[in-house]
């Protein structure tokens, strides 16, 4: 069975992964994670990618972002990759692949799923055990969003700025939704939607995507995608 391609649709959130291959690891050193994230920057102003939030893992690394164009996404992710992999082999000394082939991503409803995704994304390190708060993993965008710092890769979405009037009340409230967390349901539901290519939403939010693409958005279809007219 032919694999889907990757569905991408401008102005809507995109929940990203990016795995090593073999889930081997793809930092070694702090400037390895320094570096990824400087590329990012590059890259994403380049694509006209807004990324609202960000985790590095040591064999993986998640991004939701909004692309202003079809194609933001995959120049982004295609220029990052093969910068990336030249980088880490040189300095390591190795060759060949790095990345556990294509990334995965899909769509999310911002009003249903966007806060959820951040936190989901913020909390990867206390998932794995590697911290016990998310403020204390220095390579998520977390200490950007409750005002620890000031991270240039991050551009805040609306439905962040929509959390109070000032930067202390977005902080504050932003801190408190991560420590509420979020559901075992919401959690296996952001996971399995990015690594199958399914777009998370409401029925009327995925009727409105088949309707501007002709990739299936769903496993069981809404609807029909539209016909390719003929030249």
């Given at each position: ?33 320094e570096t990824l ?9 380049k694509a006209g ?183």
């Amino acid at each position: 069975m032919a694999r889907l391609p990757r569905l991408t649709v401008p102005g809507y959130p995109h929940h990203i992964i990016q795995r090593g291959n073999n889930r081997q690891p793809i930092f070694a050193t702090s400037a390895d994670y320094e570096t990824l994230l400087s590329m990012l920057e590059e890259h994403a102003a380049k694509a006209g990618v807004a990324v609202h939030s960000y985790v590095l893992m040591s064999n993986h690394f998640h991004l939701l972002a909004t692309p202003s164009t079809g194609e933001g996404i995959p120049q982004m992710m295609q220029s990052v990759g093969r910068r990336y992999v030249r980088y880490f082999n040189q300095r390591q000394a190795r060759t060949g692949t790095l990345w556990e082939g294509r990334y995965k991503s899909t769509l999310i409803q911002a009003e249903r799923h966007l806060l959820a995704c951040m936190a989901y994304i913020d909390l990867n390190p206390v998932r794995a055990g590697l911290v016990a708060e998310p403020g204390d993993y220095p390579w998520s965008s977390y200490g950007h969003h409750v005002g620890r710092r000031s991270d240039k890769l991050i551009a805040p979405h609306p439905l962040y700025w929509e959390l109070g009037n000032t930067p202390f009340s977005r902080e504050a409230a932003y801190g408190e939704l991560v420590r509420a967390g979020i559901t075992l349901q919401q959690q296996a539901a952001l996971t399995d939607s990015a690594l199958r290519g399914w777009a998370l939403g409401e029925p009327d939010y995925v009727e409105e995507l088949q309707r501007r693409t002709a990739r299936r958005v769903s496993k069981t279809r809404a609807g029909r995608p539209p016909l390719a007219t003929k030249p």
